[in-house]
């Protein structure tokens, strides 16, 4: 997959946290940039089916991680580790041991938010980073 600026992952939208979302950004019609509300769904969700410290291991795909770091894939997410492309040295980095992915809200008019997912079992993250950096984007169906 493609790596985006938080600029083209939103395509022209302004920042958003509603559920449900109205940010279509970079995705497909019919699909949309989920917000930090609808990735908490997720987790609340994956704790309820008993996946409780382990949510990353659920959503990663079977193949592709380091470290032995390969998830069950249990609902189909087959999470795989792209990585990151940083604006201020042009490095790409973290490919097979983190996925980043754009999120619909921004942390402040130079940060954009985003989830992760790493190598490890047990880390499911949020965080923000430049808006220049290149990270994915997960669309989900409206």
Known sequence: GALYTWAAAMNGAVSNNDNP???QGACPSGWHLPSASEWEELGDFLVS???SGVENAALKATYGWNENGN????YGF???PGGVRTSSNSVFYSEGSYSYWWISTESSS???DY???SYLPTFWFTNNAPKSDGLSIRCVRD
């Open 115 to 117: 989830y992760g997912v």
């Open 110 to 112: 130079d940060r954009g």
């Open 78 to 80: 087959s999470a795989l």
């Open 21 to 23: 979302i109205t940010v």
């Open 71 to 74: 998830g069950n894939d249990l």
């Open 49 to 51: 089916e008993g996946h």
